[in-house]
């Protein structure tokens, strides 16, 4: 399989070349008409300049032709390509090339035949008649006989030997320059590709720390890196919240495991009495490691990115009455006092999420509350959020444990809450869902006057 860069300076290469050598080549043929088109013309107004000249050496007076004028200036013409041949008014030769330099003329013509010959052309000699004029009257008429449509002299040879010359020389350099812009660019395109290639082998095996640190100008590959990045941090992130989560599971399971195993050892060797007691706080205990395995598993769905939340517009504060009228029973057991207050507020929620969160907090309001308290619900609409509000006038949060209770597993003072059984999870999960949907949940509390706990949820999720 071929290297990426090679492929790319090859194209690169192949694109340059053609297009030079279609510039080179077009702007060659273009250049070589238009110069025997300036030739030709040339070609016609030097032989109107000779019979000009011509009419010069007339003398209308005397009549009498200046033989030796037209004598050099026949033999300068044929010595430019030009056979001259003269006659009066009454078609007599006065002067002609021919006669007077006849192996000049072949001379002259042939050599002019060969060089076009070579040159490609497929011309011959032709003799064009000039009307030779004084002062408007026709005095004679010149013969002038050259190679048509046109002809090319020595130097004007040379001219496009040195135009084609040019034309070779910006070509090669435009090989050297192809090459060489071809083999940069090549570079400059694969080098990110290949450090990302690099990169995601290393994220495969398992580095997941490793970040992408490269600038580009190129928003596709920009965005490769961006992605790539962000796939490590999130493998990252999975991976400790994969270990961290063993960790919790394995401290918080050791404990009750151990107690169950060394009790239920101790009744099988009879060393203590399975009285119904006993039986009953180990199958407490059982019930509290299910209500454990439960919340994992809640835990597992909602947490480590892996949530689907399935949103639909939903009015909170209908959502909140709703929830918490399930509550009815518990509230009259206790004989709280329950209040809900302010308004609509429509916000795009995953509803069965939500529902969640609120019953969380709810069911912690009632059980962090001793008889005869009191709970108030709020539900506040703003343009941006929804804010769903839950005071109590329970036990309260010591404000040392505040920073950790929505973490995993962790119970404020543990041993009064022995009493509640919670697992320590609930707060963890309303946390996971309400920052699924872009929002925050705070708490206040002081130890008495109870617990305020604070969900906002933003309207527009960036
Ligand atoms: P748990 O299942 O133990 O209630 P949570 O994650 O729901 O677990 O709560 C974590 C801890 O926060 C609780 O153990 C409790 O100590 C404290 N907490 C939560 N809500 C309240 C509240 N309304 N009043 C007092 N303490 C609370």
Redesign the pocket.
């Known amino acids: 399989m071929k290297k990426l860069s090679t492929q790319l300076t090859l194209s690169i290469i192949v694109i340059i070349l053609v297009i030079v050598s279609l510039i080179s080549l077009v702007s060659n043929l273009m250049l070589n008409r238009q110069f025997e088109r300036y030739i030709s013309v040339q070609q016609k107004e030097r032989a109107s300049e000779i019979t000009e000249s011509l009419s010069l050496y007339y003398n209308s007076f005397t009549r009498i032709w200046n033989l030796d004028s037209i004598h050099a200036l026949g033999m300068h013409s044929l010595n430019e390509g030009y056979i001259l041949s003269v006659y009066d008014n009454r078609d007599n030769k006065i002067w002609d090339a021919e006669s007077h330099e006849m192996t000049l003329c072949l001379k002259v013509m042939e050599e002019i035949s060969a060089r076009m010959e070579q040159h490609g052309a497929e011309g011959a000699f032709t003799a064009y008649e000039y009307s030779i004029e004084q002062n408007g009257q026709k005095i004679g008429t010149a013969k002038i006989s050259y190679y048509s449509p046109f002809f090319l002299s020595e130097n004007d040879f040379s001219f496009l030997g040195s135009l084609n010359a040019i034309f070779i020389a910006v070509g090669l350099i435009s090989i050297l320059a192809s090459l060489f812009i071809g083999e940069l660019l090549a570079r400059r395109i694969t080098r990110p590709i290949v450090k990302t290639s690099d990169i995601a082998m290393q994220i495969a095996a398992g580095n997941y720390d490793i970040q992408f640190e490269g600038e580009t100008k190129t928003r596709e590959l920009r965005n490769l890196m961006l992605t790539i990045n962000h796939l490590a941090s999130a493998l990252s992130r999975q991976e400790k919240f994969r270990k961290q989560l063993s960790a919790d599971i394995a401290h918080e399971l050791r404990t009750p495991l151990a107690t169950l195993g060394t009790h239920l050892e101790a009744m099988t060797m009879q060393i203590w009495e399975p009285t119904p007691e006993r039986l009953k706080s180990l199958h407490e205990e059982i019930l509290r490691l299910s209500t454990i395995v439960a919340d994992l598993e809640r835990i597992e769905r909602v947490e480590g990115e892996n949530l689907m939340l399935n949103k639909a517009p939903v009015d909170l504060f209908e959502l909140v009455r709703t929830v918490c009228v399930s509550f009815e029973g518990e509230l009259r057991k206790k004989d709280l006092k329950f209040t809900l207050d302010g308004g609509a507020s429509v916000i795009n929620i995953d509803k069965d999420k939500i529902s969640g969160v609120i019953s ?2 709810m069911s ?2 009632v ?3 001793p008889e005869h308290g009191e709970i108030r619900a709020y539900v506040q609409d703003s343009e941006n959020n929804s804010i769903f509000i839950m005071e ?1 006038t ?4 010591p404000q040392d ?1 505040l920073p950790h ?2 973490e995993r597993f ?4 543990k041993s009064r ?1 022995r009493n ?1 059984g ?7 999960i ?1 946390k996971a869902i309400v920052t699924a949907h872009g929002g925050t949940v705070d708490v206040q ?1 002081g130890l008495n006057p ?2 305020r ?1 604070i969900v906002t949820l933003p309207k527009h999720v960036s």
């Open positions: 969380n907090i912690n309001a059980k962090y509350t109590d329970g036990i309260g949060i444990e209770i929505f962790y119970r404020a003072d809450n509640t919670g697992t320590g999870l609930g707060l963890a309303v509390s109870g617990s706990f």
